[in-house]
């Protein structure tokens, strides 16, 4: 149980381009997703909150505009990388809290690696 | 501000032997931690975590204990296998308020376990 996936799992495009990255839960519901990026062998950086119902609260640093974030339903948050540039580049990582549980351990997908060229 | 340190990049281990990966936070308002590994172009997956009214959790071959006054953790392996080779993160974060389900990443330990 407690499976989350993403889709895609790897994406080039062109710089200026919009991306979008779903994450999905696929055996439980969570009205809370997150949404990580990670540079590499560095650490996972928190960029957003993503509530289902309302709107997502992005992290210190983080461009609203630029990363826009809708959370439809209760297993399914997406991620759109608008304009993307080459700078954009990084792996994409989403997690999930399922309602059930006590809400501290986050069950991840398996990341969408983005490039722009 | 990195307020959650894994200060040793990586460690190497023989098989079968014991496997400690080190984690040491600055904020106090933390009171959960996780351990998580994570494999190359994959999300991480969840191992073990521990909660700050407790100093020690145990499952199978993974202990974690907590230092709340040294504000450190540890991850113990125990017997070391080869399979266990991966990047090993720990995270924090504060069960209250609107922080609620935050995690603050390490920057992980790459383990290598020789056969």
């Known amino acids: 149980g407690a499976v989350v996936s993403q889709h895609p799992s790897r994406v080039i495009c062109k710089s200026g381009t919009s991306v979008k990255i779903e994450c999905r839960s696929l055996d439980f519901q969570a009205t809370t997703m997150f949404w990580y990026r990670q540079f590499p062998k560095q650490s996972l950086m928190l960029m957003a909150t993503s509530n289902e119902g309302s709107k997502a609260t992005y992290e210190q640093g983080v461009e609203k505009d630029k990363f826009l974030i809708n959370h439809a339903s209760l297993t399914l948050s997406t991620l759109t990388v608008t304009s993307a540039h080459p700078e954009d580049s990084s792996f994409y990582i989403c997690?999930?809290?399922?309602?059930?549980?006590?809400?501290?351990?986050?069950?991840f997908g398996p990341g969408t690696r983005l490039t722009v060229l | 501000d990195q307020q959650v340190k894994q200060n040793s990049p990586s460690l190497s281990v023989q098989e079968g032997r014991i496997s400690i990966l080190n984690c040491d936070y600055t904020?106090?308002?933390?009171?959960?931690f996780l351990w998580y590994k994570k494999y190359p172009a994959e999300g991480p997956t969840f191992l073990i975590s521990?909660?700050?009214?407790?100093d020690k959790n145990e499952d199978g071959r993974f202990t974690v204990f907590l230092n709340k006054s040294a504000k450190h953790l540890s991850l113990h392996i125990v017997p070391s296998q080869p399979g266990d080779s991966a990047v090993y993160f720990c995270?924090?974060?504060?069960?209250?308020?609107?922080?609620?389900?935050?995690?603050?990443f390490g920057q992980g330990t790459i383990l290598t376990v020789h056969p």
């Open positions: 997690s999930a809290n399922p309602v059930t549980s006590g809400g501290n351990e986050q069950f």
């Open positions: 904020n106090s308002m933390f009171d959960y």
């Open positions: 995270a924090a974060t504060y069960t209250g308020g609107t922080s609620y389900g935050k995690l603050t």
């Open positions: 521990i909660s700050s009214i407790k």
